[in-house]
């Protein structure tokens, strides 16, 4: 009994082990706060991608089209090919832009009647998603963009609007970031004296990038 005693005793007093056990017990906690930090900094990565890749297909739509000192340039729907692929290229395979989302560029002008509409609108990439600011051939009266920050067209001129919606996917684990829609807009008015009558077509005729199409090809 004395010695059952005495060891009690020591084993109340004894500090062996403190260290592991309160390891065991704050490991959980600093390993998930590791880890969500860490799919934090790669979302931040993603979504300055994602927003760089939006500017820059803004700035190669407004600059698209043939070279003439003669007659106002004209654009063909492969030049707007030209820039969605250009996008997907931009993305890398981090992004992978065009599987895991959707590109829309508008182009903002002024009609007979003075109204901002808009004239024409290429998509292209997987995801099934509208446009969030109207389609080809909508009036927008205020312009166009998210609210507070719409651009308008000058007369006689255009405005290049990109939209682009991207899924974003989680590095680690969707139970510590869910998946979330990263969204982008830009625009640009065009460079050059562009001829706005219409998109033109080369021969053989090039594929339309249409709105109702949802395809990564």
Not at 168 to 181: H, M, Q, R, V
Request: charged share 15%; aromatic share 8%.
């Amino acid at each position: 009994m004395t010695r059952l005693r005495s060891f009690l005793f020591w084993l109340r007093l004894s500090e062996r082990g403190v260290a592991a056990v309160e390891f065991a017990i704050i490991a959980p906690i600093l390993l998930t706060s590791l880890l969500y930090g860490g799919e934090m900094a790669w979302y931040m990565m993603v979504q300055l991608r994602v927003s760089q890749v939006t500017l820059q297909v803004a700035d190669n739509a407004s600059r698209i089209g043939d070279s003439s000192t003669l007659t106002n340039r004209k654009i063909y729907e492969g030049d707007i090919n030209d820039v969605m692929m250009g996008a997907n290229l931009d993305g890398g395979s981090t992004l992978n832009l065009l599987s895991n989302g959707r590109v829309i560029i508008s182009s903002l002008e002024v009609n007979t009647s003075n109204q901002q509409f808009i004239k024409w609108q290429r998509c292209k990439g997987a995801k099934n998603v509208p446009s969030s600011y109207g389609i080809q051939g909508d009036i927008k009266t205020g312009g166009i963009g998210p609210t507070g920050q719409e651009v308008t067209a000058p007369t006689s001129d255009a405005v290049i609007f990109v939209e682009v919606i991207y899924d974003y996917k989680p590095l680690i684990s969707g139970a510590l970031f869910s998946n979330k829609t990263i969204k982008s807009t830009a625009a640009f008015n065009v460079r050059d004296s562009r001829d706005l009558t219409q998109i033109y077509q080369t021969n053989p005729v090039g594929i339309v990038a249409s709105c109702s199409t949802f395809s990564a090809s």
